[in-house]
């Protein structure tokens, strides 16, 4: 059950500080951070030492300055190897160093696990590995208890019809193999079909909330996108009303997202400026362009400036153009610059467009209040699509929901080329182990106890 | 002559396997029956095999068993079920000529010497130290003997229900056995009552044949046994016909005076295989229910009839049995009847059948709460084969979950808890894909050579076997058909080719078989359909094999991790008080098996590997046997 593989976390609260901690554990933990840490005094990484130095990812992009602790075994928490790395406390910068790790057959490791891994490995003493196994259930309660309160229990009533649906599917295919001879009911094709593709269509909608569900967690982002010196420091700071951003009017001024959270109308938004959207020669400027971009795929308002005075350009139509796709309600664009003479151009070309607009001067203040109340629209127009349906919060639920999305894709596949039962019934019963990780377990007793309790059996 | 190696406390088809495989063992064998000429009767369903329960008779016979050879003599009518679908979930089963079956299962005992059938009841046990010693006979006094195999089937306390009336008896017309469940009880073991159920017979001239459907055997009929080559007995017909409302109201009306439903019968029968009352209780919106008339014999009168199993009183079966079409003029030659019985819950047994209490004492069969000779016969082989091995001091013989439907039994047995009689079906078995009928033999019969219950002949078919296998694989698959080819075979069915191609990538072409396109490329000369088959699987469902294999591995991954026999559940604390219970009770040997038991969470097993592991120098390994 314990293998050797090897696992990452938090191990500090993601949200409330400026660094976060990271813990990696196991036989590949010092591998695979030195695929990604790169550090001019880093040769061999020594145990009890710390370095400093850039974390990279795949295509050797800057992720985050880190500073990386290094604990060879025994030496170190759980007795395995392990890296810490400190990095900055931002979701983004830790979801894409988890992500790295993950790629490299990592995974993300159980509530308590480090401590089990600890125990194991005789770093601590009986005594305290009984309250650990204690913790250990009590932990597991209290998150489903948690999820509980927080979704209604709407999320498990959810699960577990979609496990109810599976049950029944493998009972009729059962039900088939084992008791042909008898004389029942045919079951139509047509009903495994319909209980599939609703099981399908379930899982794809959890797994689309769980974008919404980050929201919930992290809060709600808006990115304040365009073109460099389009003016969005300004509109920044208008929004924030203090003078937090540098502003100036050499493009490229900033050179990294910058953000503050405020609270608007009762919910806490951060705000997020990114830099200028445009190709660049200057290397660090690239970087932060590149994940500005990333970005505008993620937040969940984004107000696009356009210059109001000059006409429109490619690095406008660029970006315009890849968030065309963004679903309507979670982009504005805002003209800014309405003190100046407007460009007729371009104020032909936005006219056309059907998505929601305002004038502005964030220079003069003009209008500021009012695209406050458009953003205010916005967020709650968001929570209320939220609060009707069920979120999905947690990173391992989503991940074994991506995997029984595959596996449920070829149960239907095989269905649809008239695969044998008993085939079809291995990747059901995967697909029911699968999902038996988020409530429990199963066992082929309740397949044989449904058919018993539904159909009449026996000569 | 009182003196013996083993002794055998039943002749049914758990008796009979284990003193067949005792015998080949060369180890002196005791068969302790009631009646001599009872040996092997089909007391109920004369019939062997059916879904899961083929698969088992086919492992039985990989080890060199007797069911499979002896229905292969006496079978009259032989169908491979399921021939629409694929290989993992056919099963061959043959109604059989009852007497015949009987005959032929004496007939095998009896060409043992070393083998004495004794005419006699067994009431005591006779145990030194926590040993079995011998036993007590009712007629015969005291026999000595190394080890006990205990298959007494219903007869332990047996009472038969009809109506109201009730009478002691193992099975119609024969006495129970009593004294045994006593003696047990006094040793600490702990015992249930089961319920099962037989349906009325008829006389087959009192049918009229026009008004049912026939149901025809295989043309070409597959024996059972890897050692028969064909079967040649003559084939005859069973049929098919329905009950109706008129009949269920009528059953209805003795509903008050069924033992099932006044409380008299305090034992749980299965729910797969409920009486015709009970069906019609469970499901009152069902109009009809099917009924199978299946001839128990060549020269016998009598008809089974396959799904009215009852204990309503007689006056009720007679009147309801005639609304049936077909069976108008219906004569009864026997009523049906309900049998309670004693059985031991087996998580008293460990892996190898033997109790946990009383050492060389076996238990195999209906005592262990099965309902089926298939079951029966695959307990009662593997509870001999391991009582010999152990008087011979070798090792014992368990079989893997994934390595057999006998394993998945054993398995279930003696680590779930049982509310009604335990039947085999496919659905049971995790591994399903692997567990085939067809290829009992490659599972398991290298292993029953080595013990030395294979003779040379059928293990040399085996090898003829595995070299085709490996030839087809080698030169058969890559070879190519052509275009040509293709067509001239194929147009049919299958979109031609425009390149050659080899077999082994046709062969993903649902719509083609590997006999088909062998034949095609002129490549058939010679080859087994087994090996043609074992080939064609492997190729053509890969996929789903690889994920069955994870899966296995992932099984036998806890399969090793051994839990010491020293180990102090109760020093555990943080087991749940229930899972503490279980764990004292089974004592599981890996933490695989503790998976199983019912009732053990996935966090009590966290707890159990965290104290597994943090002990891990303080306790004594566990000896494998396997």
Redesign the interface.
Known sequence: MFSEDTIISTITPVRGGSVCLLRVSGKDAINITCKYFKSNSLSNMEGGRFYFGKFVDDKNEVVDEVIIYVFKKPKSYTGEDVIEISCHSNIFILEEIINLYLNNNCRIAEPGEFTKRAFLNNKIDLVQAEAVADLIASKSKASVKNSLNLLEGKLSKLINSLKKNLIDVGSLLELELDFSEEDLEIISRDKFFDIMESSISIVNSLLDSYDSGRELQKGIEILIAGKPNVGKSSLMNSLLQKDRVIVSHIAGTTRDLIHEDIVMDDTLVRLIDTAGIRFTSDEIEAEGVTRAKKFLETASLILLMIDLSSEIDNDDLDILNSLVHKKSNSLIIVGNKSDKEANIKTEEYLSKLEIDKIKISAKEETNISELKRLIIRRIKRNEKDLSEDIILTNKRQYDVLNRLKKILNDNLKSFKSNQGFEFIAVDLRLAIETLSEITGEISTDDILNNIFSNFCIGK | MNNYDIAIVGGGHAGIEAAVVSAKLGLKVALISLEKNKIGLMSC?PAIG???KGQLVREIDALGGAMGKIIDAAGIHFKM??TS??P??QSPRAQADRLLYAKQAQLIISSYSNIDVVEDMAIDILIHSGRITGLGLLKNGQLKTKAVVLTAGTFLNGIIHVGTNKLSAGRAGELPARGLTESLLLQGFQSGRLKTGTPPRIHRDSIDYSKIEIQEPDKNPQPFSYSTESIKREQINCFIT?TNNETHEILREGFDRSPMFTGRIQGIG?????SIED?ID??AD?S???L?LEPEGFNNNEIYV??FSTSLPGDIQERAIKTVPGLEQAKLIRLGYAVEYDFFPPDQLIHTLETKLIENLYFAGQINGTSGYEEAAAQGLIAGLNAALKIKELPGFELKRSEAYIGVLIDDLIN?IHKEPYRM????A?F??LLRQDNADMRLMEKGYELGLIDHKTYQKLQNKKNQIVEIKEKILPGKLSPRQFVDAFSEKSNAISQPQSIKDLLKR?ELSLKELMTAGGFNNGFVDASILEVEYAIK?EG?LQ??NL?IEKFN??EK?LIPINIEYKNI??LSTEAREKLIKIRPHS?GQAS?ISGI???D???L??YL??HKSEIVPRETSI
């Open positions: 369903n059916g879904l899961a079920l399921n679908k694929g993992a979930v329905y299965p729910r797969y295989c409920p069906k469970r499901f069902k009809r229910h099917q199978f396959n799904g779930k079906f496919t659905s049971r995790e399903r894909l649902p469902y789903y994920r069955q899966l991954k806890a991790k604390r943080s933490l199983r969470t996935p966090a097993l966290s707890v590997l965290i592991e943090k």
